[in-house]
T-cell receptor, first 110, second 114 residues
């Protein structure tokens, strides 16, 4: 089993739709969680951290379920500019070993 | 405030050669991590440098080595290049050994081995 797993997609959704991605992780000692966004041939950029209580930033909501070992990202009212690959990142261990998922590709269609 | 800068942006090397990639962290950051991203894949962790020492290492062979300088900048060296080393190499900086803080990425160096 991979340390961090994501559905690679692509998720093709119309503008205005709500879309959700899940990411599962295998290391129960994982401590920090993030969602990054990566545009084609560009570097990943932090979208949001994921807190135990869940957190929201505008149209984006991230949640953590430690019992089931997954994090989720919900995007409401999708925009064309949301088209990108969304990477799940998990940190664990004393020096916070970082593991990326393979990413989920989102394509928002007009 | 300069972000993370990497050089060069693109590089073409021949199989068997050696390459050095460079990274300057974001101002105020002291930790540098290197990643390899093959096409269509997520970034794979190579190693992390903090206080001029390699603190963690991913599943990469000894052909991959690095260094961190007193000014926190870092180099990634790859010896005996293989065709499979062709990828985007990303440098990420953070503060205090990484911890729970988010990392900021440079634009990457795209390495092509022919």
């Amino acid at each position: 089993r991979k340390e961090v797993e994501q559905d690679p997609g692509p998720f093709n959704v119309p503008e205005g739709a709500t879309v959700a991605f899940n990411c599962t992780y295998s290391n129960s000692a994982s401590q920090s969680f993030f969602w990054y966004r990566q545009d084609c041939r560009k570097e990943p950029k932090l979208l949001m951290s994921v807190y135990s209580s869940g957190n929201e930033d505008g149209r984006f909501t991230a949640q953590l379920n430690r019992a089931s070992q997954y994090i989720s990202l919900l995007i409401r009212d999708s925009k064309l500019s949301d088209s990108a690959t969304y990477l799940c990142v998990v940190k664990a261990g004393g020096y916070q070993k970082v593991t990326f998922g393979t990413g989920t590709k989102l394509q928002v269609i007009p | 405030d300069a972000g993370v800068t990497q050089s060069p942006t693109h590089l073409i090397k021949t199989r068997g050669q050696q390459v050095t990639l460079r990274c300057s962290p974001k101002s105020g950051h002291d930790t540098v991590s290197w990643y390899q991203q093959a096409l269509g894949q997520g970034p794979q962790f190579i190693f992390q440098y903090y206080e001029e020492e390699e603190r963690q290492r991913g599943n990469f062979p000894d052909r991959f080595s690095g260094h961190q300088f007193p000014n926190y900048s870092s180099e990634l060296n790859v010896n005996a290049l293989l065709l499979g080393d062709s990828a985007l190499y990303l440098c990420a900086s953070s503060w205090g050994g990484g911890g729970g803080t988010e990392a900021f990425f440079g634009q990457g160096t795209r390495l092509t081995v022919v």
